[in-house]
């Protein structure tokens, strides 16, 4: 009884209800012992946020929630308070910083926003888990204190973007790929080995440098399609906020908050597993709301990938794993909320994601997503296009004027490679370069629409790079 | 209780609609009247017809009508006099009989449930005068007051001077709740609400930011239907006082002697142009309108994003059905298959018919969506060469997409007292005083000004090129700017100005022809 009480004591989370996403802030921290409980005077302290890409709110943390954090750390007295994450794939934080100026912004609430990709800037310590070496940045590893901000909105394959998943972008979104390690006698796909893996480095990354300070910021929550700005997405306000210091902890009350199954979630399961943090919620001291009383409806994201109705888009899914499933997520509902005039131009197209998907229904604009896809299908028919052979049009006129009836005549046919496939490699593809080779395909002028996003993206990624990679 | 000057002219209202039920061919009765609450005088046929084709429309479409009007203070019966419009036809008044004051009593408590009131109401006048009343018409005195002051002088005020009086006297009865209608109509309540996201904005000083936007225009608008042809001349004079000379003059196509029904003809549009003597002649059809505004007013505030983009689809279809549902004199030169063809020989694609009035909404706010967010706040600084122009600066609230707010702000340390081009002031203000982080956009007048002459004033006039200076005034600084420098104004700084037309107009245009 005493050992149970004393873990209470320790994880504690407080769940705010509130009229602003800064007083919720406020009102968890000061209900949880004040920030002097998690910041002393001359700690450096670095802010985890979320910084995905120069997108809206909510791709990335709220400003108001991160200000409202870095005001009470200089109250506290931190000797240095920097903010950071590493982007998504192929985003400079320079380019991100720029598009948004939040360089300016920070130093404004007299806070450094580190750019962690500028390896000649910052160091980076290389820590080996999982048999895998992982880059961190010292500047990270240097910090007396961690306060983690994370922005919770849908995710396809967590259900929900999770304040353990904030941590994993403390390395390179190169380092946090996870590469395909086929084991003997054991079925990738069926085992959803990706999944496995990718849980276990982000709580292998997760144990490097625990946050101290763990807040899940739900006040505004997108749901319908996300964790990004999709047609599909909505904006839900909710008005709460999760705090605590114990990640696993705030991510499982949010979950539960959010109605959610948690011996269903993966994740929050391992953790639990490999006692990295608090999952019971018979050990959490859980102050401010009841939770039972305020479990929140939320629409999650479409958890097959038919579901995702694409204008003209046949999808035909085979066996896949979470990589490809998190990848091809995205790319239908880019296609859906870029290219509603293009997808008007295309007429039809099927997608063919996964291992042995089904034969599609038309022999034209064939997408085959992944390297599962392609490799299962290259004895295909599909991949085989029947064309008649010789065909003498000015004979044929010729009858057509006679009013000649047809000469049965036996007409000969060829057999060519089908020409309107186009495949997108990778395990998981990604998706810019997908979108840079649909573009290709298709052509500029059949597809505007997402020219157009191709051309804005380029604003602050360089594709060039990416086509040398390509290479 | 009303002013003299309003009352009269009421009353020959009244009078006018009465008479017409008499005589066989109305329209020729001719007799001008004044449009109430305004200083606009037509022919008294066309006001019959204007309240006859709008108030089923877009007030309530059922007979007789009930105006009560109440004392501010009185808390047992505050009825102060009632008035019954007995009407044959929905909206045309044209007999009132005032009714005892005790008729009906309403408490001050009673003005809280309008629809219980109503029903009283309706029940008392059922069995004292055996008519059934389809709305009630409430008037504060404190209403009353306010309107008999707006019409003191009202013939004298020029037209500017109307329309700004006007809006503010509008804004003000509804928002101090100093009318009442009852069937609420959808319009009373769309402006109820947008005045609510107005905050303490008032309308005619955005009527004010507007109107200098757009500079002198002669234009004649006919408005045509089956029944009636409606011209509107509307001139505009820039002066170099604060005040612009506008002239608002409705007439029918018989006051020009032009025997045409319905659609009218290039010939009969190039006659009213002669006759009038303006620059241009637009020919809208009443229907179309009527039905665009009824489908706008039933939109819910703030408007939801799907709800907006399909009203905008609606304007966009409106404005690419040029020669099908509306038409244009001079005929714009950008329609001309020749110039069209020349110009798409560079491989600029433009056709105002193609307009892909399907997918811009939609890549419109996906654009907003992705790069400014589902909840931003959105500076709106409007400059005239470098220097504040309007005094006010506008503040735009958005969440979920939708614009929730809109503030003006009038704080000098913030705006005036900085230089608008260093907008990272600006905004460290804003942080320190609002704890606001905007985005703020800078648009210069000039630009507001020539985007608004070329596509819709002088739209006539328009060339390729005059697309091409607009653009090209959009990509410097002094003229546009957003900050933080998002990708997309990073794109319009960085391509070429006609890579980035032929990108717009793949966007804005269909590719087929036909």
Known sequence: MNNNSSIAEATQVALIKSTTSK????????????????????????????????????????????????SLCTDAGAKEIYVGSFPDQHVKIKALADALDLQTLFKKCRAKLLLLDDEAKYSQEIIN????????PSAILRCDKIISINQVNVDPVFACTLNLLNSYSIVSNEAQQIKKDLRVGRDYLHLDQYKKDLISNILAVFMIKKPDLVINDLFYVLEGAGPFNYKDSNLKKTSFMVIGNDAVAVDSITLRLLNIDISKQDLLMEARDKKIGIVDLSEIKLIGEDIDKNKLDIKFCASKLEDVTVKNTDIKKGRLCSGCFNQAYHLLNLMKSKMTKDLKYIERQSLLIGEKPHEPEFLENILIFGDCAINSTKDRTFRKIVIEKGKNL?????????????KKSKSKTKIISNKQILELPGCPPDILKCVSSIIKYYGKDEVPGLNLYYNLISTYVDFKKIEAKKK | MFDNNFKSNWKKILNYNNKINLVESPEEIREQVRIPLTPIHIEGYLLYYLFELLYPKFVNDQQNILDIILSDYDIENKVLGIYLYKTKKAGIHESIEELPKDLVIIKEKDITDMNQLFNMVQSHISDKKSVKISSIRIFTRRGIDLINTYCDNLEKYSIYEFLYRFLDL?????NENLIYLFPEPNVYRFLKDFFKILNNLKLSKLFRIIESFISSFATVLVFYSRKLNIITEINKRDSKLN??????????????DLEVKQYLSNNSLLLVQKKLNSESVVNLSQDHLISFFLDLFDLEIPIKKENFKLILQKFIYGIRSFEIHWNLLPRPRIYNTLIRFLVRLLGININFKKLSHWAIPDMFFSLIDTYFGLNSNILLIIVNKNRIFTKTSLLLEIENSSLIKIIPIDNPEIIVKKKVDSLDSIRNSFLEKFGINPIIVKVDKNLIQMIISVLIFKIYKLKPLSLLKVLKMIKKEEYFQIHPILPPYQLIRKMGTISLLKLCLSILIDKHEF
């Open chain 1, 23 to 70: 007083d919720a802030v406020l009102e968890g921290i000061s209900k949880l012992g004040g920030i002097s409980k998690f910041v002393k005077e001359g700690d450096l302290v670095f802010i985890k946020i979320n910084l995905r890409n120069p997108g809206g709110f909510p791709t990335n943390t709220n400003f108001d929630v991160i200000s409202s954090v870095i």
């Open chain 1, 129 to 136: 888990l999982n048999n895998k070496e992982f880059k961190v």
């Open chain 1, 394 to 406: 000015i004979e044929k006129a010729k009858n057509k004027i006679k009013k000649e009836k047809k």
């Open chain 2, 170 to 174: 509008i804004q003000k009865l509804i």
């Open chain 2, 243 to 256: 005040e612009s000379k506008i002239s608002i003059n409705l007439r029918t196509t018989k006051d020009l």
